[in-house]
């Protein structure tokens, strides 16, 4: 045996692949994020797509060794950008065979995937321990997995006390031993995590991915090689929230109020920390509907202010956004959507609150509602908001969700203009005859004014009311300012482009998707099209107003579908009729706005859509032979 | 925050002209005559006009309800929002513009019962504002239903055999409440009075909040009727640094010397509801205010674009 251990290892097997995807799970706080997240980063960095998202337990400390407490990161590396988090996973590590349970229970991992697993639980003193162990292996080999038990903490005793804390840094070791990652790199990310702790820490955990690299080296027989292609151009790493965040500061706006709420709080966070270098304030308010009166008044008094909130907390504020509308008050609301109704899915993806955001609130209530599509666009809508919401003097709804809130990928750093930025507020003397409200009658478009203006004295007011802000007593003063507000949006349609259709002009099936699905739908159709099917899809930034021009382009598909993350009856549903079906929240939009029959597919399975399932429901509509 | 440059030539625009009262009147007030609401609109004008604010650097804010409609009979700049959201509306544009002086008008239901976790985190935030409590313990614009402050076994459209419960007393709430920097109690009956508790609660530097008893003609003409027509049943709280009204004096002949900082005796006299208490309960200007606190340095384009390419950098591939 002796002589078996010193003799060299054969070469390992080289697996030459375009992409590949990799999980780290453990208990919360062993520390696997952090390698997840070092892993993405220098995988981007040599060139790699990346596409990162992070598995969050619902509780903040789950027991140890539970399958609902898995904690980690999936780390989807491709040889070209990478748009979405992909299917099953390729590789995984995980820290106990729970939490890996967890991920094999809902169809996460790949048929032939490969597991390196913490094996200590299988040696514990601990009985029961060892029959978990025992029965999960069991459960496990119903797939054709290969599973590898690896003695990560026994081997990190060598350098360390305290396993639990380093083994994260073994773990990162073995992945950049299997996929040829640069350590120069590593080593250089591993200090900018370690840059408040001590030079000691930084060389202990070096020591331990050190060790991680050279145990693979020696004991795993394979290698993956994604080839890399450098970026031309320079690439910032982050995720949605963060590019919400980056965004509403390249706005120029200065306060965000908001009132905690998953998932959407992690904008707050980035906030809070950098918010008043730039002269801004993020205002924790004592609820949502405050949260959103704050932001309300401090628009009101100059600069355009925004409130970040998910499905429940825009349900609350409902009142207020009402208020934004009748008033022409700019506001900019974002809704980091989760699943619902209720308190729903808090840390999981879904696309429901749609209808809500477009017809939420009471009375005739036109604004503007778009949703940004990459975590690039959640940076860039940023601006548009704050400046459509001045330009339109309105409400301006941006729909994000938790899969963009989450998922981490590189983007190309923005070149900033101050342009973006609000202007300096405008305190001189009003015009003479400038009134509240001088709607121009074609477009509805009007100039506010905003206090400490000489001359311009008036009560805004939430009541019915004409151009002078006064309070309309006679019918056709409302009649007159619902047109007005409501032109608007027409005004903004006329000036919109119409979509670009992604793959053929015409064939038959398209695809329309909004928000965060854009990635997993155009893979979907690119795999569906190298099959055969005549199909292209479309996605909306723009609800409302709608982007013009679709009942041209539906027109030349025999068939057009959505593919959305909310919940849609099947045709062949029990009970289900043409007429009782519910449909997804974007083909009910469609459908009113083109009278053109849009069908719809949609899943709510609290994780982002796979790709693989989209061309499966692409294949259900579209036989092979055409539509019918 | 980029305003307060462009904003000094328009306050040395206006610093000879003398504004009149009537310079702050808005449209004609549309509340049922005999209304008290009249008699505080009055005291707020004269109250602008004596301390020359510039109509377009003040802010009415309101909610919904009678006593909001106030706003629209100023000239001023005013914002009638939403039923109990005045507060953080008022709270959003100090924060933004703290130069502006802001006025709250609200009633007992807008106040007490629907935006009554807005009042007690406006009081603990102490933004500089003076929010009045406009209190005829009625609901008028709905048409007689019974708000928090409706006298016990009053008979309302809601309750129509008598009010259920004790009324809530707005001044022990806003004496409970940390961080609370002027509370006091006025009655819109005796202008003089009305007119120096506002003024002190202007020069206050915090959350003013005045309770000010108000009748309705209408529905509650009764409720305050004993003590306005039996000035025994009114005692005035008076000191140098809260209200002192010499020409109320040989009317209301029961008088207490109370030191407003004095918050344990403030709770202790909002407790004794025997007689009715004017004056100022609890002022401390040393309280910590929320806007001071979140005050920062103003950024140009140009600034903003060179920290946040730092700040990207933070993140660069």
New interface residues.
Partial sequence: MSASATAAPAPPKVLRVPEHTVEIVSDSGEGAQKCGQIFA?VS??MGNGVWTVELIPAEIQPPPRVPEGASGNRIRVGENAVTNWGDRTDLVIAFNEQVLLARHRVDALADDALLLIEDKWARSEDPDIVAQWEAALKELSSKHYRIIPVAMEDECLTIVDNPRKGKNMFALGMLARIYGRDMELIKAQIAYAFRKKSEEVYTQNVALLELGFHWAEDNIDIRVEIPTHA?DK?????NGN?AIA?GS??S?M??C?MYPITPATSVSHLLSE?F??????V?Q???E???????????????V?FTITSGPGMALKT??LG?AVMTETPLVLVNVQRGGPSTGLPTKVEQSDMLAALYGQTGDSPHIVMAPATIEECFHIMITARRLAETFRTLVMVLSDANLATGVS?YP??T???AW?AA??????VKEGQKAYGWNKETGLSERII?????????????AHDDRS??AYSSDIHQHSSAMRSRKMAVLQSLLVPPTVYGDASGDLLVVGWGSTKGAIEEAVDRARKEGLKVSSLHLRFLSPLEPGLKDIFKRFKKVMTVEINYSDEPDDPYITEENRRRGQLSILLRNATLVDVDCWGRVPGEPLRPMSIVEAIRGRVPRGGAK | MSYTCGMLPVLDQHEDHHYEMSEYEGAKARWCPGCGDHSILTAVQRLLAAEQLAPEQTMMVSGIGCSSRLPHYMKTYGFHGLHGRALPVATGIKLHRPELTVFVTMGDGDCTSIGAGHWVHAMRYNVDMTAMLLDNGIYGLTKMQTSPTTPQGFKSNTQPFGTLLPPLNPLEIALGVTNASFVAQTAEWAPSHLYATLRAAYKHKGFSFVRILQRCPVFTPAIYQKAVQDPARIQLLVHDDGVVTPDLEKIYKSQLHHDPRDLAAARSLAEQTETIKLGVFYKNPSKPRYEESRRVAPRTPAERIALLEKEFARYAV
């Fill in positions: 980063a981007a960095k970026s320079p690439l910032v790493v982050m963060e980056m500061i390249a120029g200065e306060l109020a950098v008043e270098r730039f002269g801004g304030i205002h308010a004592e609820d509907i405050a949260a959103v009166g704050v932001a309300i008044g401090a628009s009101y008094a100059g600069k202010a009142e207020f208020l590189p750093t923005p900033l203009d101050e930025q300096p507020l405008d305190l001189a003397p206090p400490g203006r000489p001359g311009g004295m008036f009560t805004l007011t939430g009541l006064k309070v």
